[in-house]
Protein backbone atom coordinates (compact mmCIF):
# COMPACT_ATOMS: atom_id res chain seq x y z
CA UNK A 1 0.00 0.00 0.00
CA UNK A 2 1.11 3.39 -1.33
CA UNK A 3 0.10 6.27 1.10
CA UNK A 4 0.13 9.68 0.28
CA UNK A 5 0.22 12.96 2.67
CA UNK A 6 -3.06 15.06 2.82
CA UNK A 7 -2.55 16.86 5.85
CA UNK A 8 0.01 17.93 8.55
CA UNK A 9 1.15 20.42 10.78
CA UNK A 10 -0.93 19.11 13.76
CA UNK A 11 -0.77 17.80 17.53
CA UNK A 12 -1.86 13.99 18.22
CA UNK A 13 -4.60 13.33 15.72
CA UNK A 14 -7.26 11.01 17.05
CA UNK A 15 -10.82 10.28 16.09
CA UNK A 16 -11.10 10.13 12.12
CA UNK A 17 -14.41 9.55 9.95
CA UNK A 18 -15.66 10.20 6.90
CA UNK A 19 -18.79 11.15 5.71
CA UNK A 20 -20.98 10.66 2.61
CA UNK A 21 -19.20 13.46 0.75
CA UNK A 22 -16.08 12.48 1.64
CA UNK A 23 -14.98 14.78 3.65
CA UNK A 24 -12.47 13.45 6.44
CA UNK A 25 -13.43 14.70 9.87
CA UNK A 26 -10.19 14.48 12.74
CA UNK A 27 -9.70 16.12 16.29
CA UNK A 28 -5.86 17.47 17.91
CA UNK A 29 -6.13 15.64 21.50
CA UNK A 30 -3.59 18.28 23.02
CA UNK A 31 -4.21 21.38 20.86
CA UNK A 32 -7.91 21.23 20.65
CA UNK A 33 -10.05 21.25 18.12
CA UNK A 34 -12.53 19.30 15.72
CA UNK A 35 -11.28 19.81 11.98
CA UNK A 36 -12.74 19.09 8.64
CA UNK A 37 -11.20 18.43 5.48
CA UNK A 38 -12.57 18.60 2.25
CA UNK A 39 -11.85 16.93 -1.21
CA UNK A 40 -10.67 19.49 -2.70
CA UNK A 41 -7.83 19.96 0.59
CA UNK A 42 -8.62 22.78 2.31
CA UNK A 43 -9.81 22.18 6.16
CA UNK A 44 -11.81 23.61 8.28
CA UNK A 45 -12.34 24.06 11.74
CA UNK A 46 -15.47 23.24 13.40
CA UNK A 47 -14.57 23.50 17.02
CA UNK A 48 -12.05 25.34 18.09
CA UNK A 49 -11.01 24.48 21.53
CA UNK A 50 -12.37 21.41 22.50
CA UNK A 51 -9.40 19.18 23.70
CA UNK A 52 -9.23 15.23 24.00
CA UNK A 53 -11.57 14.12 21.57
CA UNK A 54 -10.56 10.33 21.30
CA UNK A 55 -13.89 9.55 19.72
CA UNK A 56 -16.65 10.91 16.96
CA UNK A 57 -19.66 9.33 15.07
CA UNK A 58 -22.14 10.93 12.51
CA UNK A 59 -25.38 11.66 14.02
CA UNK A 60 -28.53 10.42 12.68
CA UNK A 61 -30.46 13.58 13.32
CA UNK A 62 -27.50 15.77 12.28
CA UNK A 63 -24.08 17.06 14.24
CA UNK A 64 -21.58 14.79 15.59
CA UNK A 65 -21.39 12.89 19.12
CA UNK A 66 -17.84 13.72 20.82
CA UNK A 67 -15.92 12.35 23.59
CA UNK A 68 -13.89 14.04 25.89
CA UNK A 69 -15.06 15.55 29.23
CA UNK A 70 -18.11 13.88 28.53
CA UNK A 71 -20.13 12.91 25.75
CA UNK A 72 -21.67 15.51 23.86
CA UNK A 73 -23.90 16.16 20.50
CA UNK A 74 -22.61 18.93 18.77
CA UNK A 75 -24.95 20.73 16.05
CA UNK A 76 -23.51 22.07 13.20
CA UNK A 77 -26.40 24.30 12.20
CA UNK A 78 -26.72 26.39 15.77
CA UNK A 79 -22.78 25.35 17.04
CA UNK A 80 -24.00 24.54 19.80
CA UNK A 81 -23.62 21.24 22.11
CA UNK A 82 -25.49 19.47 24.44
CA UNK A 83 -24.36 16.94 27.00
CA UNK A 84 -25.32 13.43 26.95
CA UNK A 85 -22.98 11.68 29.29
CA UNK A 86 -20.87 13.67 31.50
CA UNK A 87 -20.93 11.67 35.05
CA UNK A 88 -21.46 8.39 36.74
CA UNK A 89 -21.80 7.76 40.76
CA UNK A 90 -21.40 11.64 41.04
CA UNK A 91 -18.15 11.72 39.50
CA UNK A 92 -17.56 13.41 36.11
CA UNK A 93 -16.18 10.97 33.11
CA UNK A 94 -13.81 11.29 30.19
CA UNK A 95 -14.03 9.37 27.58
CA UNK A 96 -11.71 8.02 24.76
CA UNK A 97 -12.38 6.29 21.18
CA UNK A 98 -16.38 5.21 20.60
CA UNK A 99 -18.02 3.30 18.54
CA UNK A 100 -21.73 2.44 17.83
CA UNK A 101 -24.27 -0.32 17.09
CA UNK A 102 -27.22 -0.84 15.01
CA UNK A 103 -30.06 0.75 17.72
CA UNK A 104 -27.58 3.87 17.56
CA UNK A 105 -25.95 3.26 20.95
CA UNK A 106 -22.71 4.31 21.49
CA UNK A 107 -20.00 2.09 23.03
CA UNK A 108 -16.96 3.86 24.60
CA UNK A 109 -14.73 3.86 27.47
CA UNK A 110 -13.77 6.04 30.59
CA UNK A 111 -10.04 7.62 30.58
CA UNK A 112 -9.89 8.50 34.44
CA UNK A 113 -6.10 9.91 34.19
CA UNK A 114 -4.35 11.78 31.37
CA UNK A 115 -2.81 8.76 29.41
CA UNK A 116 0.39 11.26 27.90
CA UNK A 117 1.44 11.98 31.24
CA UNK A 118 3.13 10.00 33.95
CA UNK A 119 0.08 9.87 36.67
CA UNK A 120 -0.40 7.08 38.03
CA UNK A 121 -2.97 4.56 35.65
CA UNK A 122 -6.44 4.64 36.81
CA UNK A 123 -8.30 1.78 34.97
CA UNK A 124 -11.29 2.93 33.49
CA UNK A 125 -14.95 1.06 31.95
CA UNK A 126 -16.69 0.35 29.14
CA UNK A 127 -20.21 1.73 28.76
CA UNK A 128 -23.10 1.85 26.60
CA UNK A 129 -24.81 5.19 26.17
CA UNK A 130 -28.29 4.30 24.76
CA UNK A 131 -30.67 7.05 23.42
CA UNK A 132 -31.44 10.19 24.79
CA UNK A 133 -28.84 9.59 26.95
CA UNK A 134 -28.99 6.49 29.33
CA UNK A 135 -25.39 4.81 30.28
CA UNK A 136 -25.21 0.96 31.31
CA UNK A 137 -22.02 -0.19 32.62
CA UNK A 138 -20.53 -3.17 30.90
CA UNK A 139 -16.75 -3.98 31.94
CA UNK A 140 -14.68 -2.49 34.47
CA UNK A 141 -10.79 -2.91 34.85
CA UNK A 142 -9.36 -1.59 31.34
CA UNK A 143 -5.75 -0.22 31.58
CA UNK A 144 -6.59 2.42 28.71
CA UNK A 145 -9.35 2.32 26.45
CA UNK A 146 -8.75 2.53 22.67
CA UNK A 147 -10.13 1.35 19.60
CA UNK A 148 -13.83 -0.46 19.48
CA UNK A 149 -15.53 -1.75 16.81
CA UNK A 150 -17.88 -4.56 15.93
CA UNK A 151 -17.61 -7.88 13.65
CA UNK A 152 -19.87 -7.77 10.77
CA UNK A 153 -22.65 -10.36 12.29
CA UNK A 154 -22.78 -7.76 15.21
CA UNK A 155 -21.34 -10.40 17.33
CA UNK A 156 -18.13 -10.00 18.79
CA UNK A 157 -16.96 -6.19 19.71
CA UNK A 158 -13.13 -5.52 19.61
CA UNK A 159 -11.93 -3.63 22.16
CA UNK A 160 -8.09 -2.02 22.05
CA UNK A 161 -6.67 -2.00 25.70
CA UNK A 162 -3.54 -0.16 25.02
CA UNK A 163 -1.05 -0.97 28.06
CA UNK A 164 -1.71 -5.12 28.00
CA UNK A 165 -0.62 -4.60 24.02
CA UNK A 166 -3.02 -6.67 22.77
CA UNK A 167 -6.56 -6.37 20.89
CA UNK A 168 -9.54 -7.48 23.23
CA UNK A 169 -12.75 -9.41 22.02
CA UNK A 170 -16.30 -9.52 23.85
CA UNK A 171 -19.09 -11.46 22.76
CA UNK A 172 -22.16 -9.19 22.66
CA UNK A 173 -25.12 -10.79 24.24
CA UNK A 174 -29.10 -10.46 23.34
CA UNK A 175 -29.33 -7.77 25.39
CA UNK A 176 -26.76 -5.57 23.51
CA UNK A 177 -24.17 -6.30 26.69
CA UNK A 178 -20.65 -7.95 26.40
CA UNK A 179 -19.30 -11.26 27.81
CA UNK A 180 -16.33 -13.48 28.00
CA UNK A 181 -13.57 -10.87 27.39
CA UNK A 182 -10.24 -12.53 25.97
CA UNK A 183 -7.44 -11.75 23.67
CA UNK A 184 -8.23 -11.67 20.13
CA UNK A 185 -4.87 -10.53 18.99
CA UNK A 186 -1.42 -9.09 20.35
CA UNK A 187 0.58 -6.70 18.53
CA UNK A 188 3.72 -7.72 17.15
CA UNK A 189 5.35 -4.32 18.19
CA UNK A 190 3.85 -0.92 19.78
CA UNK A 191 0.52 -0.73 21.57
CA UNK A 192 -2.89 -0.71 20.05
CA UNK A 193 -5.14 2.40 19.27
CA UNK A 194 -7.85 3.22 16.62
CA UNK A 195 -8.89 0.15 14.70
CA UNK A 196 -11.26 -0.50 12.36
CA UNK A 197 -13.37 -3.60 11.19
CA UNK A 198 -13.16 -4.49 7.23
CA UNK A 199 -16.36 -5.83 5.39
CA UNK A 200 -14.44 -9.62 5.58
CA UNK A 201 -14.35 -9.28 9.68
CA UNK A 202 -11.00 -8.19 9.73
CA UNK A 203 -9.52 -5.90 12.47
CA UNK A 204 -7.07 -3.28 11.41
CA UNK A 205 -4.54 -1.41 14.25
CA UNK A 206 -2.73 1.52 14.67
CA UNK A 207 0.30 0.36 16.30
CA UNK A 208 1.44 3.67 18.68
CA UNK A 209 4.71 3.86 18.97
CA UNK A 210 5.67 1.18 15.95
CA UNK A 211 5.50 2.97 13.31
CA UNK A 212 2.69 0.79 11.62
CA UNK A 213 -0.49 -0.25 11.03
CA UNK A 214 -1.38 -3.81 11.72
CA UNK A 215 -4.32 -5.71 9.79
CA UNK A 216 -5.38 -9.25 11.50
CA UNK A 217 -7.44 -11.97 10.09
CA UNK A 218 -10.76 -12.70 11.47
CA UNK A 219 -8.92 -15.46 13.62
CA UNK A 220 -6.21 -13.04 14.86
CA UNK A 221 -3.50 -13.98 12.43
CA UNK A 222 -1.42 -10.67 11.58
CA UNK A 223 -2.39 -10.73 7.72
CA UNK A 224 -0.28 -7.62 6.92
CA UNK A 225 2.20 -4.91 8.41
CA UNK A 226 2.13 -1.67 6.90
CA UNK A 227 4.93 0.84 7.70
CA UNK A 228 4.26 4.61 7.62
CA UNK A 229 6.40 7.39 7.88
CA UNK A 230 5.37 7.78 11.64
CA UNK A 231 6.31 6.46 14.95
CA UNK A 232 3.14 7.53 16.77
CA UNK A 233 0.26 6.48 14.30
CA UNK A 234 -2.78 6.82 16.61
CA UNK A 235 -6.11 5.83 14.84
CA UNK A 236 -7.48 4.84 10.71
CA UNK A 237 -10.80 4.71 9.25
CA UNK A 238 -12.29 3.48 5.82
CA UNK A 239 -14.09 5.48 3.59
CA UNK A 240 -14.71 6.71 0.04
CA UNK A 241 -17.67 5.49 -2.08
CA UNK A 242 -16.41 2.32 -2.51
CA UNK A 243 -14.77 2.07 0.88
CA UNK A 244 -11.74 1.30 0.39
CA UNK A 245 -9.97 4.54 1.02
CA UNK A 246 -8.03 3.96 4.24
CA UNK A 247 -7.16 7.37 6.17
CA UNK A 248 -4.29 7.05 8.74
CA UNK A 249 -3.74 9.72 11.46
CA UNK A 250 -0.48 10.41 13.36
CA UNK A 251 1.23 12.42 16.05
CA UNK A 252 4.67 12.44 14.11
CA UNK A 253 5.73 12.75 10.90
CA UNK A 254 9.35 10.88 10.40
CA UNK A 255 10.19 12.01 6.86
CA UNK A 256 9.99 16.22 8.44
CA UNK A 257 9.92 16.26 11.92
CA UNK A 258 8.41 19.84 11.12
CA UNK A 259 5.15 18.50 9.65
CA UNK A 260 3.94 16.78 13.02
CA UNK A 261 0.80 15.37 13.59
CA UNK A 262 -0.07 14.01 9.35
CA UNK A 263 -3.16 12.60 7.70
CA UNK A 264 -2.38 9.73 5.31
CA UNK A 265 -4.47 7.96 2.45
CA UNK A 266 -4.01 4.60 1.01
CA UNK A 267 -6.14 1.96 -1.22
CA UNK A 268 -7.02 -1.14 0.36
CA UNK A 269 -7.80 -4.45 -1.36
CA UNK A 270 -10.81 -5.26 1.21
CA UNK A 271 -13.02 -2.75 1.92
CA UNK A 272 -14.36 -0.98 5.36
CA UNK A 273 -17.13 -2.03 7.20
CA UNK A 274 -19.61 0.75 7.64
CA UNK A 275 -20.31 2.25 11.04
CA UNK A 276 -23.64 3.06 11.67
CA UNK A 277 -24.88 6.22 12.97
CA UNK A 278 -25.20 7.60 16.52
CA UNK A 279 -29.31 8.34 17.24
CA UNK A 280 -29.29 11.20 19.40
Known amino acids: ME ?3 LASGYGLLEAPRVDDLGRLYFSDIPNGGVYRRNPGGNVETLIPKRKGVGGMIFNARG ?4 TGRGLIHWDEKTGKSRELFVAWGGKPVGMN ?9 IYTGT ?11 IPGSLFRIDPPGRAVKLWDG ?3 SNGLGFSPDRKH ?3 SDSPTGAVWVYDVTHERGVKDRRIFARMPAGLPDGLAVDA ?11 GEV ?29 MRDLYVVTADNTDDPNRKGTIFRARADVPGLPVPKANF
Open 142 to 144: IEV
Open 200 to 210: QGGVWVAAFRA
Open 157 to 159: LYH
Open 3 to 5: FEM
Open 63 to 66: GLVL
Open 97 to 105: DLTTDDHGS
Open 214 to 242: VHFSKDGAVANRIKLPATMVTSLVFGGRD
Open 111 to 121: INFDPLSSDQP
